[in-house]
């Protein structure tokens, strides 16, 4: 399978925690480029990946309202990369939208490497949990 390819399926996992780890190596490492805060920076192994998941999809994310719009998939050799809009309900019922990239390294056991960008301003802006005066 392309790089550009393994990334695209990936980001179409979204959502899915048990088919975006299916597609990883065991020693993969993970960084959500997202500033200093929880649950950003790098997470290595699947334990590790596993656990970011669990701490974004459900939490945050309704898993079953995930929904990706891929814009491009580009690849070369063992690297992918791929522009995409995700959408998703919060688990608090609010509307979610936001644009990422996302990079990966690929080898014959699976994604090695994965590298996810996003606006942390429209993150901060739209998952901000409602307190309870505004709800």
């Given at each position: 399978m ?12 979204f959502?899915?925690?048990e088919?975006?780890?299916?597609q ?15 649950p950003g920076?790098?997470?290595t192994?699947?334990?590790a990946v ?8 459900g939490?945050v994310?309704r898993p079953?309202?995930v ?12 690297r ?21 990239a996302v990079f990966?390294r ?6 090695v490497?994965v590298n996810?960008?996003?606006?942390g301003?429209?993150i901060t802006?739209q ?9």
């Amino acid at each position: 399978m392309s790089a550009a390819l393994a990334a695209r399926k990936l980001v179409e996992a979204f959502g899915s925690s048990e088919a975006m780890l299916a597609q990883l190596a065991p020693d993969v490492v993970w960084t959500l480029h997202f500033g200093t805060r929880a649950p950003g920076g790098s997470h290595t192994g699947l334990a590790a990946v596993r656990t970011l998941m669990q701490q974004v999809f459900g939490p945050v994310y309704r898993p079953e309202t995930v929904r990706v719009s891929v814009h491009d998939a580009f690849g070369e050799g063992d690297r992918g990369v791929v522009r995409l809009q995700m959408q998703a309900t919060t688990s608090w019922g609010a509307p979610y939208v936001n644009e990422y990239a996302v990079f990966v390294r690929t080898s014959p056991v699976g994604i090695v490497e994965v590298n996810e960008y996003v606006d942390g301003a429209k993150i901060t802006q739209q998952l901000s949990p409602p307190t309870q005066e505004r709800r």
